[in-house]
């Protein structure tokens, strides 16, 4: 065999195995860059979705607060509008009561109030009665004798007071407290309750 042939044989050889680790590296190559695209592109879609779960969330927590606020706004008119209604009610229930107090059964009713009430008393008491009432002192002084009367500016409807001295005891049987306490009873029963 001459020498160039052993020569070109040997080139070829080496040829071969270069080409062969050429092929082998560059599908190496491609591979790693394969696996970097899929681990970029899993990344980016990982980073994606938290980005948009973050976005989502925030959208949320943005909605709800808006839906508080409004909530917040229609109760805060609701009750406002309640409060009204009810201002107005007892208004109205005030004008029938004050009303109510030109009439001979109203006269009647306080008597029969301070007649119930000195039953309970066995001693002195102030009867304090609303300015215009005065003028039934002698009616008063007839079931209670000891009873002092005294005009109170405490009394804008009607009806009676009576301190008892013994006991120290106020007995309070006035127009005034009997519809203050029915705004406790009428915001239960109206349906007006803000809830």
Same mark, same amino acid.
């Given at each position: 065999?001459?020498?160039?042939?052993?020569?070109s $044989?040997?080139?070829?050889?080496?040829?071969?195995?270069a080409?062969?680790?050429?092929?082998?590296?560059?599908?190496?190559?491609?591979?790693?860059?394969?696996?970097?695209?899929?681990?970029?592109?899993?990344?980016?879609?990982?980073?994606?979705?938290?980005?948009?779960q973050?976005?989502?969330?925030?959208?949320?927590?943005?909605?709800?607060?808006?839906?508080?606020?409004?909530?917040?706004?229609?109760?805060? $008119?609701?009750?406002?509008?309640?409060?009204?209604?009810s201002?107005?009610?007892?208004? $109205?229930?005030?004008?029938?009561?004050?009303?109510?107090?030109q009439?001979?059964?109203?006269?009647?009713?306080?008597?029969?109030?301070?007649?119930?009430?000195?039953?309970?008393?066995?001693?002195?008491?102030?009867?304090?009665?609303?300015?215009?009432?005065?003028?039934?002192?002698?009616?008063?002084?007839?079931?209670?004798?000891?009873?002092?009367?005294?005009?109170?500016?405490?009394?804008?409807?009607?009806?009676? $007071?009576?301190?008892?001295?013994?006991?120290?005891?106020?007995?309070?049987?006035?127009?005034?407290?009997?519809?203050k306490?029915?705004?406790a009873?009428?915001?239960?029963?109206?349906g007006?309750?803000?809830?």
């Open positions: 065999m001459n020498e160039r042939t052993k020569e $044989k040997f080139l070829d050889a080496i040829t071969r195995y080409e062969q680790q050429k092929t082998r590296i560059r599908g190496e190559v491609e591979e790693y860059k394969a696996q970097k695209i899929e681990q970029a592109t899993d990344s980016g879609l990982k980073d994606a979705y938290e980005l948009i973050r976005e989502i969330n925030a959208k949320k927590t943005e909605l709800l607060t808006e839906k508080a606020q409004k909530e917040n706004a229609l109760r805060q $008119k609701l009750f406002c509008e309640r409060t009204r209604i201002n107005e009610v007892f208004q $109205k229930a005030e004008e029938k009561l004050t009303a109510f107090t009439t001979q059964e109203y006269r009647d009713m306080t008597i029969s109030s301070v007649q119930k009430i000195s039953e309970l008393v066995d001693d002195v008491c102030t009867v304090y009665v609303k300015e215009s009432d005065m003028s039934l002192s002698d009616a008063i002084i007839k079931i209670c004798p000891d009873a002092v009367i005294y005009p109170d500016p405490e009394i804008k409807i009607g009806g009676v $007071k009576v301190f008892c001295h013994a006991k120290c005891v106020l007995y309070d049987d006035t127009l005034d407290t009997r519809l306490d029915q705004r009873w009428f915001a239960e029963e109206s007006l309750k803000v809830v």
